[in-house]
C-alpha cells in the first residue's frame, strides 16, 4: 500500500508506530512544531534570483510557522543556500510553477481556487500598512517580489489587495528577506494573538507529522513496510 493511497485511519497508525523509534523530546517537539502550523498565510516568492534571499526567507517560514511557500519562476530559477536555509525547507510545503511565460498567472489562480486573497507587498502603492491589515477577512497569500525590479505587473494586475511596511528614513525599501521576516513575524503573531483561526485540521497534521516522520526516523521506509505488512496479515486472519 503506497502512502499517498493510505486512509487517515492508516496514516494515525503509521505515526503512532514511527514514533516509537524517535527519542520523547523529539517527538514532543515535532508536535508542538505542528500544532502552531498554519496555512492560514501563505508565502508567494516571485521571480527570487538570490539564493540567500529566497532561502532566509524558507527559514523564517518555517520558524514562524508558516507552512506553505509558493515559488514562481518566470525568468529566474529557485536555488537554496544550504548555509542559510539550514534544512528548513525540509519542514516546509514547497510548491513551484515553473510554466514558460505563465507561472505568475498559474500561481494566483491556484491560490485564488484554494480561497487566498493575493497580497501584493509594494511600496509603492499605499493601500494597507502592515499594522492595518485586516487578517480577520480570510486567509492571505503575501507576495514578494524580486530584488531590483519587485512584483510584475501581472501580480499588481491581479492582486486583491496591497500592502506596504512604512519607512521613516531615506531609503524607499527592505531587501526582501527583511520585508518578508518583518511581515511574517508580526502577522503570524497577530495571528495567534487575536485568537484567529490559524491551525490545522487534524487530517492535515497527520499527513505532515508521517511526512516529518520520515525525515526523523532512521530506515523509516524499511520500518513502515514491515508493519503494512503486519497490518495486511492480520487482516487477512480475521476473514
Given at each position: 500500500m503506497l502512502p499517498s493511497e493510505q486512509s487517515p485511519s492508516i496514516k494515525r497508525l503509521l505515526v503512532e508506530h514511527l514514533s516509537q523509534f524517535l527519542l520523547e523530546r523529539r517527538f514532543e517537539a515535532l508536535k508542538s512544531a505542528l500544532n502552531n502550523r498554519t496555512r492560514y498565510l501563505t508565502v508567494v516568492l516571485e521571480d527570487i534570483f538570490q539564493s540567500q534571499n529566497a532561502s532566509a526567507v524558507l527559514r523564517t517560514c518555517e520558524c514562524f510557522g508558516i507552512q506553505d511557500v509558493h515559488i514562481i519562476e518566470n525568468q529566474n530559477r529557485f536555488n537554496l543556500?544550504?548555509?542559510?536555509?539550514?534544512?528548513?525547507?525540509?519542514?516546509?510545503t514547497i510548491n513551484r510553477y515553473k510554466a514558460p511565460e505563465f507561472s505568475t498567472i498559474d500561481?494566483?489562480?491556484?491560490?485564488k481556487n484554494e480561497g487566498y486573497r493575493?497580497?501584493?507587498?509594494?511600496?509603492?502603492?499605499?493601500?494597507?500598512?502592515?499594522s492595518q491589515f485586516e487578517l480577520g477577512k480570510g486567509k492571505a497569500a503575501l507576495v514578494f517580489?524580486?530584488?531590483?525590479?519587485?512584483?510584475s505587473q501581472t501580480v499588481m494586475d491581479n492582486a486583491d489587495e496591497f500592502?506596504?511596511?512604512?519607512?521613516?528614513?531615506?531609503?524607499?525599501s527592505l531587501n526582501i528577506s527583511v520585508s518578508a521576516a518583518v511581515c511574517i513575524h508580526y502577522l503570524t503573531n497577530k495571528l495567534r494573538l487575536f485568537g484567529q483561526d490559524f491551525s490545522l485540521s487534524e487530517s492535515e497534521k497527520d499527513e505532515l507529522m508521517y511526512q516529518w516522520l520520515k525525515l526523523s526516523v532512521k530506515s523509516a521506509n524499511a520500518l513502515e513496510k514491515r508493519f503494512l505488512k503486519s497490518l495486511n496479515e492480520n487482516e487477512r486472519l480475521k476473514k
Open positions: 543556500n544550504p548555509r542559510v536555509v539550514l534544512g528548513s525547507s525540509k519542514w516546509l500561481a494566483i489562480q491556484h491560490l493575493i497580497v501584493a507587498t509594494s511600496p509603492h502603492i499605499n493601500d494597507s500598512t502592515l517580489g524580486t530584488e531590483l525590479t519587485g512584483l500592502m506596504y511596511i512604512p519607512m521613516l528614513g531615506l531609503t524607499e
